[in-house]
């Protein structure tokens, strides 16, 4: 069995995310705004972050997997609907939303992408940001927490696919 402490509370995490959606309100006011979650690990982040947006969006899904473990495989595989709804890339600004970003080799290879699609600008929200472990280029445009270097669980973050429902956020020991 894990240990597991708390690092952020249900509550601190729940005023953090209003705030968040609060920066984003103001940042896409009057843009075309889509939603991107970063499956699995973004859905109960992105469930959150759209009800405390206030301006019109529409939200599509992507998946992205690269973790066995607490260690990254370095090989990011993408699947899922990349029709996004037959949307025409070039008229949204894209907001990825994701758990956590911490080598950045995930969020830099969605951004290719979706920057290759012709979206006018693709932007990153982010739940916790781990920067000590960046191997990639890339920093969030909106965040919720800095965390050190330590294995998180909860709220749609993952070890081996268990905690994801946990309603804060954890630091797990073995
Ligand atoms: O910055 P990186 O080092 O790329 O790590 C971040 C990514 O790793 C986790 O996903 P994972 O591959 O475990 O899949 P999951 O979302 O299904 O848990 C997490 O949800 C991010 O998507
Ligand atoms: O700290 C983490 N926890 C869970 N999944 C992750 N994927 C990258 N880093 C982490
Ligand atoms: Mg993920």
Redesign the pocket.
Known sequence: MNNISVLYSEEELALSVKKLGAEITEEYKGKKLLVVC?????FVFTADLVRSIDNDMQIAFIT????VGTS?TGN?SISGDHDFMGLDLREWDVLLV??????????CELKKKFASMGAPSVKIAVMLDKPS?RVADITPDFKCYEIEDRFVVGCG??YDERYRNLPFIGIISE
Do not use: C, H, P
């Not at 992205?64 to 973790?67: I, Q």
């Open positions: 970063v499956l699995k690990g973004a992205a997997k690269s973790y990254s990011v994701e758990d956590i970003l911490d080598t950045g080799r995930t969020l472990r973050l993952d």
